[in-house]
């Protein structure tokens, strides 16, 4: 009888509790296997896939930041305009601090090649030398015609005929920029040398921003034109601004003499905002002078 109650013993089932996810597997002889998942490491994969796209936005962002500001740049304490007086209509930028005038002009390298780019400054003798840089005075003289040309090619690949891209009476003095010499060597730098250069690829400088005001102001959206593989150079021009004597600034409000006015009092370099140019500056002291004189 006792054989007999032991072998019919009902036993208590047991009641086990996951508190993680985990796989249960029951074997043919009855018995069960439980394995609990570890999550550990998937917590840690996602935390560094989440680092890592909030590092690529990062990225994005200040690559995007860095465009911004370099195409804000082009036209600091200065403007861009649409300049139509010339043999072509040319999307103009420029720019400016306490020593230079930079004035950048895009174009479309598959009309006009940039071999064909020329820039130069007539007469002989209107840029100062650099160690006249100081001696800016008088409204006489001639301050010199800043030209930007370039030879525009048909659709057949030939060359055509000259194109005027910016040109026109500079409004103040320039000089030349410093030339390094060495000891035995004299300044044999051109009286009318400027600097200037030809910037491919804006798109890796400016992103898309100079591209799509391009095609919006400079290209006839009626011919349905695809302008999303716009290919678009940059003439960039350095003037070097000469001024009456050592210390003194001089805000030009307008590269050409032709070109738009802006209002320099709205500078946000500018440290004297009363003064305009060296003309003004003349005329107030004067004024100064006379009122001076009078009350004597």
Known sequence: EDNVESNNTITTPSVTRLDEPSTVTWSGDGSVHMMKHNHKNDTIDHKKMDSKSSKINLETTTTNSKESKKFFNLSRNGSKF???????????????????????????????????????????????????????????????????????????????EEVILFQGDLPHFIHAAQKELDD?????????????????????????????EY?????????????????????QITLNKAVPMQGV????????????????NSSKDCPD???????????????SFSEVWKEA
Not at 122 to 143: D, I, M
């Open 82 to 160: 649409i300049d139509s007086n010339n043999t072509t209509s040319s999307l103009i930028y420029w720019s400016q601090d306490r020593y230079t005038i930079t004035i950048s002009i895009p174009y479309l390298p598959d009309e006009i090649p940039s071999k064909s780019i020329r820039v130069s400054v007539t007469p002989k003798g209107s840029v100062l030398e650099y160690s006249s840089r100081y001696s800016a005075v008088g409204s006489g003289g001639e301050k010199g015609i800043l030209s930007v040309k370039g030879t525009k090619r048909t659709k057949g690949g030939e060359m055509e």
């Open 273 to 287: 905002r009363n003064i305009k140019s060296d003309d003004e500056k003349k005329s107030k002291a004067g004024k």
């Open 184 to 212: 035995n060597e004299t300044d044999n730098t051109s009286e009318n040398e400027i600097d200037w250069e030809i910037i491919n690829n804006t798109k890796s400088m400016y992103g898309s921003m100079l591209i799509s």
């Open 215 to 235: 095609c919006e102001k400079m290209i006839d959206k009626s011919k349905n034109s695809d302008t999303s593989s716009t290919d678009l150079n940059l003439v």
């Open 249 to 264: 600034s001089l805000w030009w409000s307008q590269p050409l003499l032709h070109c738009p006015e802006i209002n320099t």
